[in-house]
């Protein structure tokens, strides 16, 4: 029975739909997906709110329908540069990303305090990211649902105690979200969560980034009119690369394009690679991503690890024919005809795969074809938005 005004008020709110949501991603770890996900929110008629922080590689996505509060790291702010012409972290890079690590630790409990005063005005509360586990839990904001975006289901190359902390960091949520049926058993059995709290819900397509203009392509790509093996995103060691490198020795008649900003010191891997192999080792903008998207034959993503990708996600969106490593919930877009399988750290497959998907026309068609209907059904960032609100209503 309800017996407050705020019960009522917030009863009616639930049943016409438009409840007051905050999606909260301190450090902009995603800006593309928190603008996804908030536009489609909103358009299904919830009132959004997105806390971040300014994202420093670029320009972020303007919002559309939603609101975006940049309220988190306000003195770390600052653009990430420094990088040399072969990717590897300049000096002046390295002091200025110690400066700022320095300045957003001091900033982080006042900061998510701040926003906690500020969550009096949400019904549900839906963060995506937290950057330190071990404070966060006893930061979050009260008396109100908690939902909590998994995704990476744990964190990499963490220490027992950073994973315990992560255990009791989750369970101080009222829902946790992830993005596959393998991330959602990950969630059950090593962490131990309760499987009325484990919802699994898609990452989503990224449409918005389909639907950008044409624009030129990168600067530093010369396009020589050969088949085009595109391998996008941040770099990481994860990301094996240097299994794709490898197994581009064996690949003749195309140009492999390497995109995206490292995280680490890739020069090495630029003095092994062959003169096929285009490097763009920045962070690109969105016309320039499209432009890369547009003309490639085939993405891949020959991870070691993974459970979900922004990169996936991406090709969806571009109908793209993919190449995915057989790791995570990968192995479950594969699964409904959306992207070919190889081995994870495995070159000779990997390379088998690339020639075999570039000399067939046909196979990359039908991987195109499913890549769109996932896209436009169960990926859609439409769909998406009815299941997350139908879970903030379940909490409400």
Not at 273 to 296: H, I, K, T
Not at 313 to 332: H, I, Q
Not at 371 to 379: D, F, V, Y
Request: aromatic letters at 8%.
């Amino acid at each position: 029975m309800l017996t407050t005004q705020k019960e009522i008020s917030t009863a009616t709110r639930v049943l016409s739909g438009s409840v007051k949501v905050h999606v909260v991603d301190p450090s902009a770890y995603t800006p593309p997906y928190d603008h996804a996900l908030c536009a489609a929110l909103a358009d299904a008629g919830l009132d959004v709110e997105l806390y971040t922080s300014r994202f420093a590689y670029g320009a972020a996505p303007v919002p559309a329908g939603y609101r975006r509060r940049e309220i988190f790291y306000r003195l770390a702010r600052g653009a990430a540069v420094g990088r040399s012409a072969a990717g590897a972290p300049t000096p002046a890079h390295r002091a200025l990303a110690s400066a700022r690590r320095a300045v957003k630790l001091a900033e982080h409990v006042p900061d998510m305090l701040r926003y906690r005063a500020a969550a009096r005005t949400a019904e549900v509360v839906h963060f995506q990211w937290l950057a330190l586990p071990q404070l966060d839990g006893l930061l979050l904001p009260r008396g109100r649902p908690l939902v909590l975006t998994a995704h990476d289901i744990l964190a990499r190359y963490a220490t027992p105690g950073q994973r315990a902390a992560q255990r009791r960091l989750y369970r101080r949520f009222d829902a946790v979200i992830a993005h596959s049926a393998h991330g959602r058993t990950r969630l059950l059995e090593e962490l131990g969560l309760p499987g009325g709290r484990v919802h699994t819900i898609p990452h989503g397509a990224f449409a918005h980034l389909a639907s950008t203009p044409p624009a030129p392509l990168p600067a530093e790509l010369a396009d020589d009119g050969t088949p085009v093996v595109l391998c996008f995103g941040l770099i990481r060691p994860y990301k094996g690369i240097d299994v794709l490198l490898e197994a581009w020795r064996r690949v003749e008649g195309a140009q492999l394009w390497i995109v995206g900003l490292p995280r680490y010191d890739i020069a090495a891997l630029r003095a092994a690679a062959g003169a096929s192999v285009g490097w763009v080792p920045r962070f690109v903008s969105d016309g320039e991503l499209a432009a890369c998207f547009r003309r490639a034959d085939l993405v891949v993503a020959p991870y070691r690890e993974s459970e979900q990708s922004g990169v996936v996600a991406t090709a969806l969106a571009f109908a793209s024919p993919l190449l995915v490593s057989d790791v995570g919930g990968l192995r479950e877009v594969a699964q409904v005809g959306a992207a070919a399988l190889v081995p994870a750290g495995d070159a000779g497959a990997l390379a088998a795969a690339i020639a075999g998907l570039l000399g067939d026309r046909a196979a990359r068609d039908a991987l195109s074809a499913a890549a769109r209907g996932l896209a436009e059904g169960e990926w859609s960032f439409e769909r998406v938005a009815e299941r997350t609100a139908a879970l903030y209503r379940s909490l409400l």
